[in-house]
């Protein structure tokens, strides 16, 4: 089994729409999540760390499913900015390193 | 800051040539990543060092590879001989390494920042 998994997309939507992503991870203990962003041709920058009582920025939401072991990333209002990919990123328990999804493809168009 | 610096940005080489990736991390980061991005395989780890000493190198490939961090603002990642099949993304990170990972409101740790990559192509 995977240890971080996501649906690849990629998920077409029009701007203004609303877009959910989720990833689910392997390992009940997990204790950090991120979701990172990644531009065409870039290195993947950090989009928002996942707190555990779920957290907003702005257009983001990101909340946390422990029982479930999974995560989600929210995007409302989509910007033509926003198409990306958009890596789930774990970190395990007792380990300083990044596990990283393969990703989610997001294309807004006008 | 200017961030996790790598070089070269490019690097077109033949099979068998020696290939030398080079990253700057973020001063005052303690802790330095390796990492190779393909369509197929997505980002893998390859290694990582914290206070330049290689912590996890599980994730290198096989003996062709080779990293080392003489001093805290310095790394390398050495392919030798090279293949086709190595050709991929290079990716360096660095962070702060926190003790005692968790979740906590408000704080977020071990945050890794990327360099922005080697597009490597061996032919």
């Known amino acids: 089994r995977k240890e971080v998994e996501q649906d690849p997309g990629p998920f077409n939507v029009p701007e203004g729409a609303t877009v959910a992503f989720n990833c689910t991870y392997s390992n009940s203990a997990s204790q950090s999540f991120f979701w990172y962003r990644q531009d065409c041709r870039k290195e993947p920058k950090l989009l928002m760390s996942?707190?555990?009582s779920g957290n907003e920025d702005g257009r983001f939401t990101a909340q946390l499913n422990r029982a479930s072991q999974y995560i989600s990333l929210l995007i409302r209002d989509s910007k033509l900015s926003d198409s990306a990919t958009y890596l789930c990123?774990?970190?395990?328990?007792?380990?300083?390193?990044?596990?990283f999804g393969k990703g989610t493809m997001l294309l807004v168009s006008p | 800051d200017a961030g996790v610096i790598q070089s070269p940005r490019h690097e077109v080489t033949e099979m068998g040539q020696e290939v030398t990736l080079r990253c700057k991390p973020i001063?005052?980061?303690?802790?330095l990543f390796w990492y190779r991005q393909t369509m197929m395989r997505g980002l893998e780890l390859l290694i990582y060092f914290n206070n330049n000493v290689p912590i996890d190198d599980s994730g290198m490939p096989e003996d062709r590879f080779s990293a080392k961090m003489p001093n805290a603002s310095f790394s390398t990642l050495k392919i030798q001989p090279s293949e086709p099949r190595d050709s991929a993304v290079y990716f360096c990170?660095?962070?702060?390494?926190?003790?005692?990972?968790?979740?906590?409101?408000?704080?977020?740790?071990?945050?890794?920042?990327f360099g922005a990559g080697t597009r490597l192509s061996v032919l």
């Open positions: 990123v774990v970190i395990f328990s007792g380990y300083s390193t990044l596990t």
């Open positions: 990170a660095s962070s702060l390494r926190v003790r005692g990972v968790g979740l906590e409101t408000g704080v977020a740790k071990n945050i890794q920042y």
């Open positions: 996942v707190y555990s």
């Open positions: 001063s005052g980061h303690n802790s």
